[in-house]
T-cell receptor, first 112, second 114 residues
Framework: EADIYQTPRYLVIGTGKKITLECSQT?????MYWYQQDPGMELHLIHY???????EKGDLSSESTVSRIRTEHFPLTLESARPSHTSQYLC???????????FGPGTRLTVT | DQQVKQNSPSLSVQEGRISILNCDYT??????FLWYKKYPAEGPTFLIS?????DKNEDGRFTVFLNKSAKHLSLHIVPSQPGDSAVYFC?????????????FGKGTKLSVKP
């Protein structure tokens, strides 16, 4: 059973606010990912990390930033939220040597 | 430009019958593929995968077929059950810009009717 958690599950926030989406995993996985998904669309990779102090940008450009200070924790931050950031954000993790990723339940963000 | 395409947004099947979900890809360098299932308000869960050295992989009711020459794969669910109703995503391992990461299709929503 995969153990990866995201908080909050739902967030409605006003334009200009700073937000942090939390993601934690208890599997000891080195690699972690953030995806953005709009309804009926594919998952787009926005950030990933190979391990502590490693962060990389994904295939989709994003105004968000990430950090990886601890293996189990991979938070995503938006300094100034805008309505265009409204989307579902999915966190995932995997071992370094496998392709199978384990996903959290997601955070549905609405920026008004 | 989409590299992984799932051209059917939805599929409806009767309980007990076969469900066939299709996926096409454009990059002939892709050599490992995965299928994920996603229920509403949950994250995707891994279902089954296939390497390009095989043309078929089976796990219980789920079988994935790969046709490399056609750049096509399909997921067969036999027999289909109402609990299989979910969105199914096809994904390919990307050896391009974000090495070893996944490129997803848009998904197919499967409805299995009792």
């Amino acid at each position: 059973e995969a153990d990866i958690y995201q908080t909050p599950r739902y967030l409605v926030i006003g334009t200009g606010k700073k937000i942090t989406l939390e993601c934690s995993q208890t599997m000891g996985h080195d690699k972690m990912y953030w995806y953005q998904q709009d309804p009926g669309m594919e998952l787009h990779l926005i950030h990933y990390s190979y391990g502590v102090n490693s962060t990389e940008k994904g295939d989709l450009s994003s105004e968000s930033t990430v950090s990886r200070i601890r293996t189990e924790h991979f938070p995503l931050t938006l300094e100034s939220a805008r309505p265009s950031h409204t989307s579902q954000y999915l966190c995932a993790s995997s071992e370094l040597v496998t392709y199978e990723q384990y996903f959290g339940p997601g955070t549905r963000l609405t920026v008004t | 430009d989409q590299q992984v395409k799932q051209n059917s947004p939805s599929l409806s099947v009767q309980e007990g019958r076969i469900s066939i979900l299709n996926c096409d890809y454009t990059n002939s360098m892709f050599d490992y593929f995965l299928w994920y299932k996603k229920y509403p308000a949950e994250g995707p869960t891994f279902l089954i995968s296939i390497s390009s050295i095989k043309d078929k992989n089976e796990d219980g009711r789920f079988t994935v077929f790969l046709n490399k020459s056609a750049k096509h794969l399909s997921l067969h669910i036999v027999p289909s059950q109402p609990g299989d109703s979910a969105v199914y995503f096809c994904a390919a391992v990307n050896y391009g810009g974000s090495q070893g990461n996944l490129i997803f299709g848009k998904g197919t929503k499967l409805s299995v009717k009792p």
